[in-house]
């Protein structure tokens, strides 16, 4: 009998053994701004590890906790006949957050394990208080140690995750920090082998020590109640570590005049409702955000947040029950002009900035979550957002080991974001090949989604059958019937025909759904301009676009809205052209140095179009 063919329950077995050893997202804090916060943002000094000589001896076995060659203890002698084969000092250090591709050439298409090493002092407010470590993401695989002592494992390149740090661990003085970072690639992880774009390896995003009370609300979810029946009423839940019994939850809206209590039932958790009836809605044109505190009489943490509804109805989706269409852009977590993975306040503020210069209500964060101030500045900024997990072309769907670690990067990308008022969709998956098992998979994804918000939308980006008759080209994968919107990715003209094509071309789905494409584009690269006949130019991409638009105004009426690729060019090395691309995604509007191609204002002249027409 083989692996494949063996009960489910003999899988559970190391699945159950991963989670236990790894950082669950049923721990995660939420709302870190929020917090009293530490950054160990900065310089970490690094150690390159190809073999992985810290981790594993020389017969290639797990080093012990004490073993002094491990790269996790310290690498000072204790006098002069302690032999170190490993040492970290300021001739070699990291920028984080920051990947390490885009800090030194020697890094620029390193995949493997880097150790990193950071120095602190800390003292907590008081004794009895708890302290974590808390990473925005690393890029993949993350073992953790403090002062010697292991605190956990993470895997998921784009997710958040923390491990409270024991108190007898922790010291005033001269504490060391060790993260073993690998951004290797795998056929059993989630992404795969095979992606179109970048594999960036490093700690990519804030790192932080957060202090909370012993008893501290760990985590919340406060939306607006679906469906919204006209009586707009707050609802979501709260969670407070080590609570009392009857142990009181008190939510506070100064703006709204709302204050009310609540208590937390055995498990710790507090089902709030709340009467709002002069709540201001959160929209495209007026992003309402309120001031919402929570308080027990230990803990206190506050946050803006929005309330909106969106849902389906019939072949429209309507935002605070008005139809809504999307004029949209995909965006990679990337700042072209520097070749770097985005992680500022700056790197945000820019993609969204050129996003609504565009014109667009709505961007589609590909293909994996991005950093959390993407999604914070949508919110005040009244932009839309589709979030994604990189379950992406083919992984191995028949894997239930495989399953888990998608299903907990899903759990991991909404628990954090799950009270921004932005996000209307959360997406399972890009271009997955069509198979009774892949969609039994994706179905179970999309459930999870479901189960963890029913507030939102469900979708993923369906495979497309371009062989129909008559030029009618049918959305028919089967995970359609288990979406709320049918998502699909087209790029007639490009990788198929040219952009004429267009011109005879018609789209349809047979579930009776709202229809809305993903992703369409063409390359050009940036300042090379041609007849618009001749692929890679400026004038080619101008043309694809001039026909992509034209064909999309006689989409049919359950035709919601785009997300072409993609907002700006970004690295991948599939693309291997030796004089057009050179390890580079050209498909984007904005090029490798952040100047505008000619398609932009043909897309752009298109919303503005749409924008009108909705208005």
């Known amino acids: 009998m083989t692996k494949q063919n063996l009960p489910f329950r003999w899988w559970l077995l190391p699945v159950l053994v991963l989670m236990h050893l790894s950082a669950s997202s049923a721990d995660l804090l939420t709302n870190i701004p929020g917090r009293k916060t530490t950054s160990l943002n900065g310089k970490w000094q690094y150690i390159i590890d190809i073999y992985e000589t810290g981790f594993y001896d020389y017969r290639y076995k797990e080093r012990a906790e004490d073993d002094p060659e491990a790269y996790w203890n310290t690498d000072v002698p204790a006098n002069s006949l302690d032999r170190k084969e490993h040492g970290y000092n300021d001739k070699y250090t990291l920028n984080v957050p920051g990947d390490w591709n885009s800090q030194a050439d020697k890094f620029l298409y390193y995949e493997g394990s880097v150790w990193y090493k950071k120095s602190f002092d800390y003292k907590k407010s008081n004794q009895n208080n708890k302290l974590y470590v808390y990473f925005g993401a690393v890029s993949y695989k993350a073992d953790v140690y403090l002062n010697g002592k292991k605190l956990g494992a993470h895997k998921g390149a784009f997710s958040p995750f923390n491990f409270e740090i024991p108190a007898a661990l922790l010291k005033e003085k001269d504490n060391f920090l060790v993260v073993k970072v690998d951004n290797k690639r795998y056929a059993d992880e989630i992404p795969t082998l095979n992606t179109d774009w970048w594999n960036y390896g490093g700690i990519i995003r804030d790192v932080c020590l957060v202090e909370v009370p012993n008893q501290f609300i760990s985590n919340y979810f406060i939306q607006l109640a679906k469906p919204n029946t006209g009586v707009n009423s707050i609802s979501g839940w709260i969670e407070v570590k080590n609570a009392t019994a009857n142990q009181e939850v008190v939510v506070d809206i100064p703006e709204l005049k709302i204050s009310q209590k609540f208590i937390v039932n055995a498990t710790g958790r507090a089902t709030v409702k709340i009467n709002a009836p002069k709540l201001t809605l959160w929209s495209l044109e007026n992003p309402k955000l309120y001031q919402v505190n929570i308080s027990t009489s230990a803990d206190k943490v506050s946050e803006k947040i929005g309330f909106r509804t969106i849902e389906v109805q019939g072949e429209k989706i309507l935002l605070n029950n008005k139809p809504v269409f999307f004029r949209g852009i995909s965006i990679h977590s990337e700042i072209p002009d520097e070749g770097r993975r985005a992680n500022t306040q700056k790197d945000?503020?820019?993609?969204?900035?050129?996003?609504?210069?565009?014109?667009?209500?709505?961007?589609?964060?590909?293909?994996?979550?991005?950093?959390?101030?993407?999604?914070?500045?949508?919110?005040?900024?009244?932009?839309?957002?589709?979030?994604?997990?990189?379950?992406?072309?083919?992984?191995?769907?028949?894997?239930?080991?495989?399953?888990?670690?998608?299903?907990?990067?899903?759990?991991?990308?909404?628990?954090?974001?799950?009270?921004?008022?932005?996000?209307?969709?959360?997406?399972?998956?890009?271009?997955?090949?069509?198979?009774?098992?892949?969609?039994?998979?994706?179905?179970?994804?999309?459930?999870?989604?479901?189960?963890?918000?029913?507030?939102?939308?469900?979708?993923?980006?369906?495979?497309?059958?371009?062989?129909?008759?008559?030029?009618?080209?049918?959305?028919?994968?089967?995970?359609?019937?288990?979406?709320?919107?049918?998502?699909?990715?087209?790029?007639?003209?490009?990788?198929?025909?040219?952009?004429?094509?267009?011109?005879?071309?018609?789209?349809?789905?047979?579930?009776?759904?709202?229809?809305?494409?993903?992703?369409?584009?063409?390359?050009?690269?940036?300042?090379?301009?041609?007849?618009?006949?001749?692929?890679?130019?400026?004038?080619?991409?101008?043309?694809?676009?001039?026909?992509?638009?034209?064909?999309?105004?006689?989409?049919?009426?359950?035709?919601?809205?785009?997300?072409?690729?993609?907002?700006?060019?970004?690295?991948?090395?599939?693309?291997?052209?030796?004089?057009?691309?050179?390890?580079?995604?050209?498909?984007?509007?904005?090029?490798?140095?952040?100047?505008?191609?000619?398609?932009?204002?043909?897309?752009?002249?298109?919303?503005?179009?749409?924008?009108?027409?909705?208005?």
């Open 348 to 615: 945000a503020e820019k993609l969204l900035g050129w996003a609504r210069e565009l014109g667009c209500n709505m961007v589609r964060l590909a293909h994996y979550p991005h950093d959390e101030k993407m999604t914070r500045l949508a919110d005040s900024l009244g932009l839309l957002v589709w979030s994604e997990i990189p379950v992406y072309w083919t992984i191995d769907f028949k894997s239930q080991e495989v399953f888990e670690k998608a299903k907990t990067q899903l759990d991991e990308m909404i628990d954090r974001d799950k009270n921004r008022a932005s996000i209307i969709i959360w997406s399972v998956g890009n271009e997955t090949p069509v198979s009774e098992t892949r969609t039994l998979f994706m179905k179970n994804l999309l459930q999870e989604a479901r189960k963890q918000d029913p507030t939102r939308l469900v979708s993923a980006a369906l495979e497309v059958n371009y062989h129909s008759e008559e030029n009618m080209r049918w959305i028919d994968d089967p995970l359609g019937a288990y979406v709320d919107v049918v998502s699909f990715n087209q790029y007639l003209g490009w990788y198929g025909g040219t952009p004429e094509s267009c011109r005879t071309a018609n789209w349809g789905t047979h579930y009776k759904k709202p229809l809305f494409i993903s992703e369409t584009g063409a390359e050009a690269v940036g300042g090379y301009h041609a007849d618009a006949k001749q692929l890679w130019s400026e004038e080619f991409q101008e043309w694809y676009y001039q026909e992509q638009v034209a064909m999309l105004k006689r989409m049919p009426a359950n035709f919601v809205g785009i997300s072409p690729w993609l907002l700006a060019d970004f690295r991948s090395p599939r693309r291997n052209n030796p004089i057009y691309q050179q390890g580079w995604n050209n498909k984007g509007l904005f090029d490798q140095k952040g100047e505008k191609k000619k398609a932009f204002y043909v897309l752009k002249a298109y919303y503005d179009e749409l924008a009108k027409k909705y208005k």
